[in-house]
């Protein structure tokens, strides 16, 4: 093993859980159930991403389908509403209460490297800390996204992700785009529309799926819930057939749909940006729009962070830069194991809903390993 930095500290647990959300305080709760030692390394604070989402959000999956594992109670009264950013945050807290979850806040981890079988190190700038096994919870949306086409744009053009959209009054000058039609679209093109101080409001949404609200006079998410969708396996025959279209298109919209907010607050809606040229933003239809007065906000998505294990070497990523894993559990790297990766065993992994299981299923190979491996020193 390398040695510690000038400065730093060294020390060892059984298990360091990177990234303080709904998938590590889920993985650091089954660790306890099991008396695991272990430490959760955040570098904000627990559940930053709900904290700072915009005022007015809501989430787009029912209150039925927003419950941890360890408080399993609505975290809104209405078991078919849509939680808003405030009820979801004070519910997660109250999680937190419920345990004693040994949760470090403001530590960046900085690299994190494979040196054996089960003998790993974590980095961050006050500490390395030796580990028999790395749970990487930083999700799979926790690095804003923006296409390399932004940076062409002229610099009088005022830019902005949706990461760092918190209200309305944010944006002042008279006209908007919204690039990207999925829930940040929406939400955040609904309420700029609402406030009405907007000459124009454009929209470029490209291929979306839109969730009906009701199927047969059924609440669609109660309905899907009932019929074991948020469950299916993603590899499952069934599985690819229904869900291989959501990674081309990202997760499912509620309604409004853009066509609804044109109709609504005279939205212009486009087909997807394609770029700068000639003094003009470009559309997929040939359709354009001037650069005058404008806001574009980059309802893009985010992407995974995975800076600290290329950091440190590990290879254990696709052609596409996701991890290859078996239900989180990376069989080539021994010790290193995921939570909360979209689509990681169900449609539903990377939502409340899912990550509970996928974190119980990865500490239950954990503490199998931790069993063997004691047996064998014994």
């Given at each position: 093993m390398n040695?510690?930095g000038a400065?730093q500290?060294e020390r060892?647990?059984?298990v360091?859980v990177v990234?303080?959300?709904?998938?590590?305080v889920s993985?650091?709760?089954?660790?306890t159930?099991?008396?695991?030692?272990?430490?959760v390394?955040?570098r904000d604070?627990p559940?930053?991403?709900w904290r700072?989402?915009?005022?007015g959000?809501?989430t787009?999956t029912?209150?039925?389908l927003?419950?941890?594992?360890?408080?399993p109670r609505?975290?809104a009264?209405?078991?078919d509403?849509?939680a808003?950013r405030e009820e979801?945050?004070?519910?997660?807290?109250?999680c937190?209460?419920?345990?004693?979850p040994?949760?470090e806040?403001?530590?960046e981890?900085?690299?994190v490297s494979?040196?054996?079988p089960y003998?790993?190190?974590?980095?961050?700038?006050?500490?390395v800390?030796?580990?028999r096994?790395?749970?990487?919870?930083?999700g799979?949306?926790?690095?804003?996204?923006?296409?390399?086409?932004?940076a062409?744009?002229p610099?009088?053009?005022?830019q902005?992700?949706?990461?760092e959209?918190?209200n309305?009054e944010q944006?002042?000058t008279?006209?908007?785009?919204?690039?990207?039609?999925g829930s940040?679209?929406?939400q955040?093109?609904?309420?700029?529309?609402?406030?009405?101080?907007h000459?124009?409001?454009?929209?470029?949404?490209?291929?979306v799926v839109?969730?009906?609200?009701?199927?047969?006079?059924?609440?669609?998410?109660?309905?899907?819930?009932?019929?074991?969708?948020?469950d299916?396996e993603v590899?499952s025959?069934l599985?690819?057939m229904?869900?291989?279209?959501?990674?081309t298109?990202g997760?499912?919209?509620?309604?409004?749909?853009?066509?609804?907010?044109?109709k609504?607050?005279?939205v212009?809606?486009?087909?997807?940006?394609t770029g700068?040229?000639?003094?003009?933003?470009?559309?997929?239809?040939?359709?354009?729009?001037?650069p005058?007065d404008l806001?574009?906000?980059?309802c893009t998505?985010?992407r995974?962070d995975?800076?600290?294990?290329?950091?440190?070497?590990?290879?254990?990523?696709d052609?596409?830069?996701r991890?290859?894993?078996?239900?989180?559990v990376v069989?080539?790297t021994?010790g290193?194991s995921f939570?909360?990766?979209?689509?990681?065993?169900?449609a539903a992994s990377?939502?409340?809903?899912?990550v509970?299981?996928d974190?119980?299923?990865?500490?239950?190979?954990?503490?199998d390993?931790?069993?063997e491996?004691?047996?064998?020193?014994g």
């Amino acid at each position: 093993m390398n040695e510690a930095g000038a400065g730093q500290n060294e020390r060892d647990t059984d298990v360091v859980v990177v990234g303080a959300g709904q998938a590590g305080v889920s993985v650091s709760y089954y660790l306890t159930r099991h008396d695991i030692d272990h430490v959760v390394l955040e570098r904000d604070v627990p559940f930053s991403a709900w904290r700072n989402r915009w005022d007015g959000f809501i989430t787009n999956t029912t209150n039925r389908l927003n419950m941890l594992p360890m408080l399993p109670r609505l975290p809104a009264k209405d078991p078919d509403g849509f939680a808003t950013r405030e009820e979801i945050v004070r519910y997660l807290d109250e999680c937190l209460e419920t345990f004693d979850p040994p949760i470090e806040t403001g530590v960046e981890v900085v690299r994190v490297s494979y040196r054996e079988p089960y003998s790993w190190e974590v980095e961050t700038i006050d500490d390395v800390i030796y580990t028999r096994h790395v749970v990487m919870c930083t999700g799979a949306m926790s690095r804003p996204w923006v296409p390399d086409l932004a940076a062409d744009l002229p610099a009088e053009i005022t830019q902005m992700h949706s990461s760092e959209f918190r209200n309305p009054e944010q944006i002042t000058t008279p006209r908007v785009l919204i690039v990207g039609g999925g829930s940040s679209g929406v939400q955040i093109c609904r309420l700029l529309a609402e406030t009405r101080r907007h000459d124009e409001i454009h929209i470029a949404a490209g291929k979306v799926v839109v969730l009906p609200r009701r199927v047969l006079g059924i609440q669609t998410h109660r309905l899907f819930h009932v019929l074991g969708l948020f469950d299916l396996e993603v590899d499952s025959l069934l599985g690819r057939m229904i869900f291989s279209r959501l990674e081309t298109t990202g997760d499912p919209i509620v309604p409004p749909t853009p066509r609804e907010l044109a109709k609504m607050y005279g939205v212009v809606v486009h087909p997807k940006f394609t770029g700068w040229r000639n003094g003009e933003l470009w559309f997929e239809d040939g359709g354009s729009i001037g650069p005058d007065d404008l806001t574009i906000v980059w309802c893009t998505g985010l992407r995974g962070d995975y800076r600290a294990l290329e950091a440190g070497g590990v290879q254990v990523f696709d052609e596409w830069g996701r991890p290859r894993h078996r239900r989180g559990v990376v069989a080539e790297t021994p010790g290193l194991s995921f939570v909360g990766l979209r689509h990681q065993y169900t449609a539903a992994s990377h939502d409340i809903y899912g990550v509970g299981n996928d974190a119980r299923y990865v500490v239950s190979c954990i503490k199998d390993v931790l069993r063997e491996r004691a047996a064998r020193v014994g």
